[in-house]
């Protein structure tokens, strides 16, 4: 806190730079300040939202706490309250900033800039904001989201302009219920909810990290047609243990450490039941939590709430659809999977997720019983920090521990607990490596050549991590080492690879955008209270039966984001009749449970069809209240 102060002082540098360029010399910007202090309150007649649309009275994140609550602005802004002189700073941080960001900048150069000009038409007009990005999605997709997004949230204090969602800090505890209210819209159907703990491979963001909710709502309003008045981006700021910001003066989030045990689980508690009594029928989607709450607060509210975790379970689905696109793009039937061999490298939120579920859709392919699910194990090898995973491994996670391999036989492969990722696939000759580490390389040269002795007739290389820099490695370096008879794909978009040899190396972008859209979409429509685990695997299987044989067969395993639209209503017709089939649904709006049962599958679909959201100017009419 001392240095936060020390920058509030009036030498700052930079301000006084700032004040000698704008009055020449004379001190005009201090003397506006210092006179604001006494003078007469001015009355408004505005209150929330509105008045921080109001470019005449906002102060911005310049409102103190009792002006918040007059306001009623809590929630609407982060929670750190600063001086005018520290708002000036940042934004002149900033503006400088953009120099160096436009070389910094991951795949293209201008990713920031364009992200501005989207952010601003965003924050002026919402309509042609969500057309321009629903005509244009292969183009702007990774502005608003990965990579782009990532840089985004490393940057999202300097970059803070107008505020957009929603922030309940620890320090509103007890006052969650009411601030809910805050919120101008009375109909919400999804919140997307951070606690900036892991923002994509890009580790502890804190507050900054609402820039992925924003940018996972952006994609429910351009994939599932959800009504943009009706979304609402959470950040639950905790703290942040990223040393850098908790030192930096310009941070916007709460300057203490991440709370933990109990204190944080009874902040989350405290914020569900508040969204959840002022819109009893949202979805909620947990993203870019730390794996170590990430699977426990998805255990501890999937039966009671309508959530799901994105990362655990979004990832899965769209891993299993791709794993099954790689056994189909062999020349294979899906059925052959419970075959594969199938290495990982990361065993967090998504690595978890991906083994659990994969696990799982072997065991059914091999007779849904104990039997199949216990040899079903057999097929991974997990890789995380310290090396391969082995039941002599101390202190083991437990979400790992179904995973570990057993010592005796390892031995007879020649492996050891904590052997380096490229033994491991030197001895196991695995049809799959995929990668959800966060590090960016991982996939080495020694790891890729030692996969050129697969077994497979065509492994696949999944380098999940995202943003493109964490990525485990880049189609050159996969298709150079390991030829085009491979298939590849990422967690952010990379463009086909040239192989010089009239052959065209497929780049597919392997992400959970592909379904969480579907399985909110479907969630909303089914009115199910619940995200059961048949909806997700409906799911995943939709999208994985979406490719034709002739697209598999030439590598192309996931579709063009050009198609998310339609994916996306695909996805969700499958999670509602899947709904209906467990008996979940109990309908939307005017389609009640009875009808909903009624519906065919393609009715179903001309039903999501019906129910999507489409950018159009309505005829709006004046009327005095
Ligand atoms: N493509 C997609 O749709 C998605 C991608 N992801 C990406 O997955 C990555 C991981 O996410 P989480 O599991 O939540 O993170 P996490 O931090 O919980 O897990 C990372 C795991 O990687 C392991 N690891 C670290 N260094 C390693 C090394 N040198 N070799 C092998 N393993 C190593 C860690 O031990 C840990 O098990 C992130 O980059 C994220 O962006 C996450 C969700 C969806
Ligand atoms: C895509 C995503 O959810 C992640 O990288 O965390
Ligand atoms: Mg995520």
Known sequence: MAIFWKHL??????????????????????????????????IVHKRSLDILHDPWFNKGTAFSMTERDRLDLRGLLPPNVVSSEVQIERFMVDLKRLEVQARDGPSDPNALAKWRILNRLHDRNETMYYKVLIANIEEYAPIVYTPTVGLVCQNYSGLFRRPRGMYFSAEDRGEMMSMVYNWPADQVDMIVVTDGSRILGLGDLGVQGIGIAIGKLDLYVAAAGINPQRVLPVMIDVGTNN?????????????????????????????????????????????????????????????????????????????????LGAVRAQGRPMIDFPKQKIVVAGAGSAGIGVLNAARKTMARMLGNNEVAFQSAK????????????????????????????????????????????????????????LGLSAVGGLFSKEVLEALKGSTSTRPAIFAMSNPTKNAECTPEEAFSILGDNMIFASGSPFSNVDLGNGHIGHCNQGNNMYLFPGIGLGTLLSGSRIVSDGMLQAAAERLAAYMSEE????????????????????????????????????????????????????????????NMWNPEYPTLVYRHE
Request: proline share 4%; net charge negative; charged share 30%.
């Open 9 to 42: 002082k009036s030498s700052s540098p930079l301000l006084q730079r700032l004040k000698r360029h704008v009055t020449g010399g004379h001190c005009l910007l201090s003397r506006s300040f210092t006179t604001l202090e006494g003078h007469r309150p001015t």
């Open 243 to 323: 040393t850098k910001l908790l030192e930096d003066p310009l941070y916007l989030g709460l300057q203490q450490h991440r709370l933990d045990g109990d204190d944080y689980l009874a902040v989350i508690d405290e914020f569900m039941e508040a969204v959840f009594t002022r819109w009893p029928n949202v979805i909620v989607q947990f993203e870019d939590f730390q794996s170590k709450w990430a699977f426990k607060l998805l255990q501890r509210y999937r039966t009671t709430y309508r959530m799901f975790n994105d990362d655990v379970q979004g990832t899965a689905g769209v891993a299993i659809a791709g794993l």
């Open 378 to 433: 057999s097929q991974f090898w997990v890789v995380d920090a310290k090396g391969l995973i082995t039941e002599g491994r101390e202190n083991i996670d437990p979400d790992a521990l179904p995973f570990a391999r057993n010592l005796k036989e390892l031995d007879r492969q020649g492996l050891r607990e904590g052997a380096s990722l490229a033994e491991v696939v030197k001895q196991v000759k695995p049809d799959v490596l």
């Open 551 to 610: 697209e598999v067969l030439k590598g192309v395993i996931f579709p063009s984001i050009s198609r998310i639209r339609d994916i996306t209503l695909e996805v969700a017709a499958a999670v509602i009749e899947e709904a209906v089939e467990e008996d979940l649904a109990e309908g939307y709006h005017e389609m009640d449970a009875r009808e909903l049962r009624r519906l065919s599958p393609d009715e179903i679909k001309d039903y999501v069809k019906n």
